[in-house]
T-cell receptor
Framework: DVKVTQSSRYLVKRTGEKVFLECVQD?????MFWYRQDPGLGLRLIYF???????EKGDIPEGYSVSREKKERFSLILESASTNQTSMYLC?????????????FGEGSRLTVL | QKEVEQNSGPLSVPEGAIASLNCTYS??????FFWYRQYSGKSPELIMF????GDKEDGRFTAQLNKASQYVSLLIRDSQPSDSATYLC???????????FGTGTLLAVQP
């Protein structure tokens, strides 16, 4: 069974803390994505990686960074968490080419920043 | 104009009826079109994709694509209460290959 696993389902952090969200996929997918989902705003792309050590900014990269040292793992880092980063974070992966839009999502990480 | 537009709903249909979910898009060069279902509190899951004009059927689901009119729709036949969810339309842009999500339509199937 194919799987995208996110390290934490629920996190509560304080303003200014550094936050790591990890995502691992077991499907040998080239592409990995980090989205955030907020009511009324839908899914917004934070960062995208199409290969190891490669990354591209999405629509809302400010305040975030990413790391992809291995093909199966894509990490999202909040250097200094702020309350407006309270959200549901979704990791996804897909194959390259025409299948890029056939996304497999993790279960999500709900982050609350106090 | 939003790149991908969906009616937020809720769209309420009785059990056994056909639910029709619509999506319009602005990029004429878009090539690939996807429908995701998202249950409350869960992650989106892919249920249909369509790349060519016309209809594509999979069980109770039919995706319809009309590139000239720039719309894609999802029909759910014999709707069940278990189909109650938010349905997300996703378009792969033509020039950039970027994936663009609609904000979703909430479907409520009444028993």
């Amino acid at each position: 069974d194919v799987k995208v696993t996110q390290s934490s389902r629920y996190l509560v952090k304080r303003t200014g803390e550094k936050v790591f969200l990890e995502c691992v996929q077991d499907m040998d997918h080239e592409n990995m994505f980090w989205y955030r989902q907020d009511p009324g705003l839908g899914l917004r792309l934070i960062y995208f990686s199409y290969d190891v050590k490669m990354k591209e900014k999405g629509d809302i990269p400010e305040g975030y960074s990413v790391s992809r040292e291995k093909k199966e793992r894509f990490s999202l880092i909040l250097e200094s968490a702020s309350t407006n980063q309270t959200s549901m974070y979704l990791c996804a992966s897909s194959l390259s080419g025409a299948q890029i839009g056939e996304l497999f999502f993790g279960e999500g990480s709900r982050l609350t920043v106090l | 104009q939003k790149e991908v537009e969906q009616n937020s709903g809720p769209l309420s249909v009785p059990e056994g009826a056909i639910a029709s979910l619509n999506c319009t898009y602005s990029d004429r060069g878009s090539q690939s079109f996807f429908w995701y279902r998202q249950y409350s509190g869960k992650s989106p899951e892919l249920i249909m994709f369509i790349y060519s004009n016309g209809d594509k059927e999979d069980g109770r689901f039919t995706a319809q694509l009309n590139k000239a009119s720039q719309y894609v729709s999802l029909l759910i036949r014999d709707s069940q209460p278990s189909d109650s969810a938010t349905y997300l339309c996703v378009i792969q842009g033509g020039a950039t290959n970027k994936l663009i999500f609609g904000t979703g339509t909430l479907l409520a199937v009444q028993p």
